[in-house]
């Protein structure tokens, strides 16, 4: 039995949607950790290879557990399929490479994850696949990219770390104009605070080894589009190359999308009062949160986001060695470069996350030597104040 209705509410389709029950009745879902499956007959066995009967063939190509994770997150982003993938990275790659070859043109924002903009920047060149990196946030620059052979527009918003947005909207517009498909990294926003294929954009992409899992235990990730753009560019590709999750790992995020609205409910609102505490700072130069009014894309927030962010990016006054000293002071925030946990993280991406990019990239980013970002965690907001204003007295000292 399937339980699956397009009318509940995301809280609710994150807790019920997609369950697929087993004889058994099982009420947590049940982790199916085979990698083939038998048939009663030959016959039977031709037919499911014929695409004749539905059901499962081999894990690589899908298995149960996975299917309800997968089932699940279509209803919560409005998606009519989904493929799970071992990592986001695995997610972001797949989804841009299944639709290209040499030859063909790929229009990404500047503003991207180290990883990421890897992918668009070293290794789709390498194949004869052309790139042009662009400011994200200003649409005129996306515009001038467009190529006759522009097949791909890609983008994540708001950005790591500096937390820019791209108007999704008014880029998805002229993709279509364009003939070209637009790939979102919806990680920072979540689902449930954009949602990129209302806004226009043909394929959503996450890491879900951030707030999906959201207890930092396993890596994952998910793309998710039309069930034509699936069967057309991915599903071959999602077959043959191999990206598939482990259905343990599957199971986890299941569980982790339970309490996905809670925690992205209390990250945020942890994340919005520290920000607002951290912006009265002396040794705080400026403080950039998509919930505060003085973001300088505040208008395009408004229009596609249903709330801030559980992320907040910040600059120390006295660069690295205030940034440094911060952290090092903080005690309940942990330095780590993860994201989306129930824990508070922080890092510093001039020497983490964006180590690799030169300082007129990171310059371009706005990274600075100061430049801190932390994600919000559930804990008591009134505790991680605290915390930062004793480790910004320590910082002084
Ligand atoms: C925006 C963004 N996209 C993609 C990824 C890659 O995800 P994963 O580490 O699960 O491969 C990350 C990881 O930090 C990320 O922040």
Redesign the pocket.
Known sequence: MSTANNTWRPATQLVHGGTTRSHHGETSEAIFLTQGFVYETSEAAEARFKGETDGFIYARYGSPTNDMFERRMCLLEGAEDARAT???????SAAILCQLKAGDHIVAARA??G??RWVVETLAPSYGIECTLVDGRFIENWEKAIRPNTKVFFL?SP??PTLEVVDIAAVAKLADAAGAKLVV?N??ATPLLQKPLELGAHVV??????HIDGQGRC???VILSSKDWIDEHLHDYFRHTGPALSPFNAWTLLKGIETLPLRVRQQSENAAKVADFLAEQSQVARVIYPGRSDHPQADIIAKQMKGGSTLVCFEMKGGKKAAFALQNALDIVKIS???GDSKSLITHPATT?HKNLNEEARAELGISDGTVRLSAGIEDSADLIEDFARALKAVSA
Do not use: H, I, Q, R
């Open positions: 071992a990592s986001g990275m695995a997610a972001v991207l994850f990883s990421c994540e950005t790591n990294d990680v920072f992409v996450y890491s879900a080894t951030k890596l994952g990730g470069n993860n994201l996350t």
